[in-house]
């Protein structure tokens, strides 16, 4: 099963713009990440946002996160062609020892010349 | 290595029969995961490591997928009887252990592609 939900699932837009993507999720999280994946790749992590933190930056990349509203976002900033890849959110679960990342569907983003 | 290796990088194999696919994690890091992804899907969990033992094999679809890790390093994904549903990219991850500052995140393989025909 997936807990996240990204949206949109797909999104274009020109180089030099910003980018936005959302996540929304069901159980309660120890923290929340940001994946990328380009075409045929493995995952590569982007960002680490804890269940305690509302707002992280790296680089381009801004994470959001509301636990009340299970939700968060992701902005890449002055996209690039390159960042053109998919993108995925996955949840941590809180409580217990495990330590299990779910990941959502994720949105594939273009970033075209 | 540097990072996390996968091999076979391809297999395609005929309905019915066994697979078996690798993943050599990276040195030190004591938990390992498997997931599974089809096309235009995000990946799917199957189980996780600490360790030589199973911590969580909650995702593992049925009783034709077994996965190994004996000594805690490398580990296997074993399929039995395979059938064409199976077809998917096979994913490996690793994670440092908890006293890490980047204990969080996995490191991932680029994956086994597997086609059953």
């Known amino acids: 099963s997936q807990q996240g939900e990204e949206d949109p699932q797909a999104l274009s837009i020109q180089e030099g713009e910003n980018a936005t993507m959302n996540c929304s999720y069901k159980t309660s999280i120890n923290n929340l990440q940001w994946y990328r994946q380009n075409s045929g790749r493995g995952l590569v992590h982007l960002i680490l946002i804890r269940s305690n933190e509302r707002e992280k930056h790296s680089g381009r990349l801004r994470v959001t996160l509301d636990t009340s509203k299970k939700s968060s976002s992701l902005l890449i900033t002055a996209s690039r062609a390159a960042d053109t890849a998919s993108y995925f959110c996955a949840t941590a679960n809180s409580g217990g020892s495990n330590y299990k990342l779910t990941f959502g569907k994720g949105t594939l983003l273009t970033v075209n010349p | 290595g540097a990072g996390v290796s996968q091999t076979p990088s391809n297999k395609v194999t005929e309905k019915g029969k066994y697979v078996e696919l690798r993943c050599d994690p990276i040195s030190g890091h004591t938990a390992l995961y498997w997931y599974r992804q089809s096309l235009g899907q995000g990946p799917e969990f199957l189980i996780y490591?600490?360790?030589?033992?199973?911590?969580?094999d909650s995702g593992l679809p049925n009783d034709r997928f077994f996965a190994v890790r004996p000594e805690g390093s490398v580990s296997t994904l074993k399929i039995q009887r395979t059938e064409r549903g199976d077809s998917a990219v096979y994913l490996c991850?690793?994670?440092?252990?908890?006293?890490?500052?980047?204990?969080?995140?996995?490191?991932f393989g680029e994956g086994s592609r597997l086609t059953v025909l």
């Open positions: 991850a690793s994670r440092p252990s908890g006293g890490s500052t980047r204990a969080g995140e996995l490191f």
């Open positions: 490591f600490q360790g030589t033992g199973a911590a969580d």
